[in-house]
């Protein structure tokens, strides 16, 4: 049962993978899947493949009805194969459920992801023979879950659920007439299923009423991937963001705005414009707001096309046109991270000074910063540039002091703006990171008096952030390109795990103070984190190791799920990692074997210098 069959050409070669042959591949009981187009070939022989057909992203996979006669076992695995199925509205999983079952049973509610397919086990019944109900259990290991608002969140511990069927005495056949809300599928079901989008809102403490585009934060969610995606994402960017970032960002929609009806879909037209009808509560808005909210739309829309959306048009209630912004100005009005392209990358030198070499030009050997942290007068080891790249802040070769410097000829060094008393070198201040409003962190790591600091515009007394829900040490802090997440690596008993946490501040009249909110693992499968970096608006670079095992570089989404391509090539004992939110620009790492090197897209890592270390973009 669930086994799925190809057809073979004529020369006895599977068709499944040959994108010129036409694919038909049936499951028993649950579901078709398609590519090409839909001749059923007429000759050949039968041979099993993997229910899931990850290797072609062309093949569709269509549901089938259940048939005559099926038995109870055969009702469950159908239903649980079309719950895989591309079908839009789940209608053909529907047809395996009674009357009453379909009226209350929401597939949207919740997505939940198990290690593999879910196994149904007939659950023992003290029924008698010939009995018109039956009880199957379902039970698996949690991967993951997706919640009603398509927001992804890890998870563990074992799955049970029970279905319920029951023979309808008007035709005789098995239906089910109990079963859990959403929908169940194995790993590698989802990762054909969905696919990670991000939508995209407005920093609440970005820069309002000013002539500076809005920063936008990126927040990621999963939409089913060969079902009308693009319509999917907007109708979930009107929704507003998922509840874990909506304490730090605001939508430009009016509140209530949807799109005009349900059976609206979205798709661009032959200018690679699309149109968007709301309903009526966003008939009233301004030209300033109008534009805003389809800025939200372009950035949203960017990921599903490969040349992305070339302009939107939105729409009143009544059709008329509401406001049109193509994708060239959308960038005057909200900007894509901070808005800044890194000029250079940098790194500490064997002299200890903070040296910079241009992004672009791999050729072009490294150079000491203009300023006092790049003379060598104060020995470092690790710094950090400020995102306009106009100032720095470096960490002393012991990690005891903090200096900030302009990156200016001719520029001094005042006093510390921060001392740690840890007693050796590791017990003292981490790299600092700068966020997008030029305010400079970093975490004391003195066992007697671990802090998490924030100095504003780098200077004056430092503001000890609270982080009642963090249990560990912080031991390395990066702040987000949209100021309103940080990532942490955390030890605790010998185990140190990569956090992502979200920054609130205070208001307007409160005393000064940022906090670190409900923060989360998002690499929770790694024993030991050594190294990260955010490396795209909703991603990061990790190095780290598996209990026991040998040390990898991987990209992680901060929702905690692995984002679809493949990982950074393999490079033996990182120390330390450095990418930009520019995903155009090379991964830079710190490799005790080959020092400084560097790996832009589709090539191989290439040594800059054997001595350096502490690599890092603006930031």
């Excluded at 800025?295 to 490969?306: E, K, M, S, V, Y």
């Excluded at 400020?386 to 903090?402: I, P, W």
Aim: include cysteine; charged fraction near 25%; charge should be negative.
């Amino acid at each position: 049962m669930g086994r799925h069959l190809v057809g073979a050409d004529r020369g006895g070669n599977g068709v499944r993978g040959r994108r010129s042959a036409s694919v038909v591949v049936y499951a028993s009981c649950g579901a078709l899947l398609l590519a090409g187009c839909a001749t059923m070939p007429d000759s050949g022989d039968l041979r099993g493949v993997e229910s899931t057909p990850r290797q072609d992203s062309q093949v569709r996979v269509y549901a089938m009805p259940p048939h005559p006669g099926a038995s109870a076992a055969e009702i469950v695995q159908g239903f649980l194969e079309a719950l895989t199925s591309d079908d839009a509205k789940y209608e053909t999983a529907g047809k395996y459920l009674t009357d009453s079952a379909r009226k209350t049973w929401d597939p949207y509610r919740s997505t939940t992801v198990l290690a593999d397919a879910p196994e149904p086990v007939g659950a023992p019944s003290r029924a008698k023979e010939g009995s018109q109900d039956v009880l199957f259990r379902l039970n698996g290991s949690k991967v993951a879950a997706v919640d009603a608002r398509h927001a992804y969140g890890p998870d563990a511990g074992q799955y049970s659920g029970s279905v319920h069927l029951t023979k309808l005495k008007s035709s005789k056949q098995w239906r089910i007439d109990g079963l859990p809300q959403g929908v169940v599928m194995g790993a590698s079901d989802f990762q054909r299923n969905y696919v990670s989008v991000n939508k995209y809102y407005y920093a609440s403490n970005g820069a309002s009423g000013t002539d500076r585009p809005l920063g936008t934060v990126a927040d990621p969610v999963y939409v089913r991937a060969q079902v009308d995606p693009m319509t999917q994402i907007v109708r979930a960017l009107l929704k507003g963001p998922t509840s874990w970032l909506d304490p730090v960002v605001r939508s430009s929609f009016p509140s209530g705005t949807e799109l005009k009806n349900s059976d609206v879909s979205l798709s661009p037209d032959d200018r690679n414009s699309v149109t968007v009808p709301l309903n009526a509560r966003a008939d009233r808005v301004g030209s300033a707001q109008c534009r805003q909210m389809a800025a939200q739309i372009l950035l949203t829309l960017r990921d599903l096309t490969p040349t992305g959306v070339d302009e939107v048009e939105l729409e009143r209630s009544n059709g008329s046109q509401l406001c049109v912004l193509a994708k060239a100005k959308a960038e005057s009005i909200a900007s894509h991270g901070t808005g800044e392209h890194p000029e250079y990358q940098y790194f500490i030198d064997h002299e200890q000074r903070l040296v910079r070499m241009p992004s672009g030009n791999r050729d072009k050997k490294p150079e000491p910063v203009p300023g006092a942290l790049g003379e060598g007068g104060k020995k470092l080891r690790a710094a950090a540039v400020s995102r306009d790249e106009d100032t720095a802040a470096g960490v002393s070769a012991d990690g005891r002091n903090l200096y900030v410097g302009s990156l200016m000829s001719g520029g001094s060094l005042a006093e510390p703006v921060v001392r740690s008393q840890g007693g050796t070198a590791d017990d003292r201040l981490t790299t600092p990171s700068w966020d997008a409003r030029g305010d400079l962190w970093v975490a004391d790591r003195d066992p007697k008096k671990p802090r998490l600091l924030l100095l504003r515009k780098g200077e004056g007394e430092p503001v000890v952030v609270q982080a009642p829900e963090l249990d560990g040490r912080i031991e390395a802090v990066r702040v987000a390109a949209d100021g309103v997440r940080i990532a942490l690596i955390v030890e605790k008993d010998g185990r140190s795990s990569l956090q992502i946490g979200r920054i609130e501040r205070s208001g307007s009249g409160e005393p000064d103070g940022a906090f670190i909110f409900e923060p989360r693992s998002v690499a929770p499968q790694l024993e030991e984190v050594t190294a990260m970096s955010w490396a795209g608006d909703s991603r990061l670079v990790v190095v780290g190791s598996e209990e026991g095992g040998v040390q990898q570089m991987q990209y992680v989404q901060v929702d905690g799920s692995t984002p679809r391509g493949t990982s950074p090539s393999a490079l033996a004992n990182v120390k330390e990692i450095a990418a930009s939110e520019d995903d155009q620009l090379p991964l830079v790492a710190n490799s005790e074997a080959d020092g400084i090197v560097r790996l832009s897209a589709g090539e191989q890592w290439q040594k800059v210098v054997q001595d350096g270390t502490a690599p890092v973009y603006p930031g």
